[in-house]
């Protein structure tokens, strides 16, 4: 069964590092997504793309997140500066429809340690 | 907002109970959909209702969509230990360009 993938499965990095996570998305999805889940707690919207723009993001993606699709397979997101707030798991998704019809398909998640 | 709030926050049952979690949100939606998620991975897809269905079946599990009360519930029957885990609703809108947005999730135990 196609999977979302992504890398690495841990990072630790010092605050202030710049950090990207990486996913590769289902081949013929079109939508991609990425959420993060602080330890213990909800999974929170933070963008979501289509057609090499943004379509939309949440508040907590501001101007230190940054997401690109660099080629045709890979979909990353950057934080800028890493603060201690931004530890969390963060998990990429994807669908083939704009519309969740038939639910996004997950990856396992990076957790992303600041120190 | 349209994020689901589900509760309890946590149930703890025996095997062979049945378990179930309710989830509530506030705006209209189109979909609403439950997850699973495995202690530290990612969620897994398990059922999707849609806003003009009330009731959804799939194995073991059973989605109810009360759309006059913005709420759904998920029932698992006759669980096993094996269905431990975090169980999450997400909900998708219009006017939130359809992207999902997830409740905080109600934790599962299901002692052998």
């Known amino acids: 069964e196609p999977e979302v993938t992504q890398t690495p499965s841990h990072q630790v990095t010092q605050m202030g590092q710049e950090v990207i996570l990486r996913c590769v998305p289902i081949?013929?999805?079109?939508?991609f997504y990425w959420y993060r889940q602080i330890l213990g707690q909800k999974v929170e919207f933070l963008v979501s793309?289509?057609?090499?723009?943004?379509?939309?993001k949440s508040e907590i993606f501001d101007d230190q997140f940054s997401v690109e699709r660099p080629d045709g397979s890979n979909f990353t997101l950057k934080i800028r500066s890493t603060k201690l707030e931004d530890s969390a798991m963060y998990f990429c998704?994807?669908?083939?429809?704009?519309?969740?019809?038939?639910?996004?398909?997950f990856g396992s998640g990076t957790r992303l340690t600041v120190v | 907002s349209q994020q689901g709030e589900e509760d309890p926050q946590a149930l703890s049952i025996q095997e062979g109970e049945n378990a179930t979690m309710n989830c509530s949100y506030k705006?209209?939606?189109?979909?609403l959909q439950w997850y699973r998620q495995n202690s530290g991975r990612g969620l897994v897809h398990l059922i999707l209702?849609?806003?003009?269905?009330r009731e959804k079946h799939s194995g073991r599990l059973r989605v109810t969509l009360d759309t006059s009360k913005k709420s759904s519930s998920l029932l698992i029957t006759a669980s096993r230990a094996a269905d431990t885990a975090s169980y999450f609703c997400?909900?998708?809108?219009?006017?939130?360009?359809?992207?999902?947005?997830f409740g905080a999730g109600t934790r599962l135990t299901v002692k052998p």
């Open positions: 705006t209209s939606i189109n979909n």
């Open positions: 793309f289509y057609n090499n723009e943004i379509s939309e």
């Open positions: 997400a909900t998708d809108a219009w006017d939130n360009n359809n992207d999902m947005r």
């Open positions: 998704a994807s669908s083939e429809w704009a519309v969740a019809n038939y639910g996004y398909t």
């Open positions: 209702i849609r806003s003009n269905e």
């Open positions: 081949s013929n999805h079109l939508y």
